[in-house]
């Protein structure tokens, strides 16, 4: 990030700044495309990013599924593109153009949504997009990070575009109040009746909630659901006493789709029964509006309803 710009306080600038260095440094890696469906193209450095390489940020207009085929075609010509826009916009709209532009022709590039679940409360359904997780998950091959921090956003932007292979980074307004770094399952807090997986901006939620419900519980944190880290719950699992190790209970918090990850915890422990409680968004769709907070509390997501879980549980 540039030395006269200020930390970023939102996961959206986070990677917007993120973006532009990797377009401007001239040591950084010049196959570094942005590619744009209108929105973020008037949020700073952007104007000014596009004016300098115009070539190298382009705005396709309000057509999702043109902009991830054009990110596709980019890609097979040895371009690094990035792809940004609302959730349902980046991952649901152009799921066709994700599924053979970019996997089935075997490219790479780093996907970059904002709005989360319901950031974008007030904007009714349209702009919410809890099954993102779940529908990337339907496609081979995506790493896909879900930070709770701006800088973690940073960090998990700069590796993506750095790298290679197909990455999906979930951004939200929601942070956490401090960043924590590290590869797979970070262990927060060590327990011994259970494991408790806090996926992105859930985890100060998660803490307080455990600590409401009087269970001496460990805390795992991930910003990396894809690829799951099947030995981190392993091992988290055995560390526990051994009447609940035999047959433990895991909860996962995400902030998407509940049983999003009913999949790989339960093949992380297949070979020991276990009773897994998947909190998340409710799968029945809402035709309220409201603020993220009163969305949480409706979908069981605030202190009180994972408390509540973890308490009956």
Do not use: C
């Amino acid at each position: 990030m540039s030395a006269t710009l200020a930390l970023p306080t939102t996961m959206r600038e986070a990677f917007l700044w993120a973006a532009a260095d990797a377009i401007d440094d001239p040591a950084a890696d010049d196959r570094v495309v942005l590619v744009l469906a209108d929105i973020s193209a008037g949020d700073d450095p952007i104007p000014a990013l596009a004016a300098r390489h115009p070539d190298r940020v382009l705005n396709v207009g309000i057509r999702e599924q043109l902009m991830v085929g054009v990110a596709g075609g980019l890609a097979l010509a040895g371009f690094r593109p990035i792809v940004h826009s609302y959730a349902p916009f980046a991952v649901e709209r152009p799921y066709e153009q994700l599924k053979l532009d970019l996997g089935h022709q075997g490219s790479g590039a780093v996907l970059v949504s904002i709005g989360a679940s319901y950031d974008v409360g007030s904007g009714g359904r349209t702009h919410q997009a809890p099954e993102d997780v779940g529908v990337i998950d339907t496609l081979p091959g995506w790493t896909v990070h879900v930070p709770g921090h701006p800088e973690e956003a940073d960090r998990l932007v700069r590796d993506a575009v750095a790298g290679e292979g197909l990455v999906y980074v979930r951004l939200s307004e929601a942070t956490n109040a401090a960043p924590h770094h590290g590869a797979g399952l970070v262990t927060v807090q060590q327990g011994r009746d259970g494991v408790v997986v806090a996926v992105g901006r859930t985890l100060d939620t998660v803490l307080e909630a455990v600590a409401s419900s009087g269970r001496d519980l460990t805390v795992l944190y991930t910003t990396t659901p894809r690829p799951f880290d099947a030995v981190g719950l392993r091992a988290a699992v055995e560390a526990l006493a051994p009447e609940h190790a035999a047959a433990p209970t895991v909860t996962m918090v995400e902030p998407y789709l509940a049983g999003t990850s009913a999949r790989v915890v339960a093949e992380a422990l297949d070979d020991r029964p276990h009773r897994q409680v998947m909190l998340g968004t409710h799968r029945e769709e809402s035709h309220r509006y409201g603020t993220r907070a009163d969305h949480d509390a409706a979908h069981g997501l605030d202190v009180e309803g994972i408390g509540g879980r973890l308490w009956s549980s």
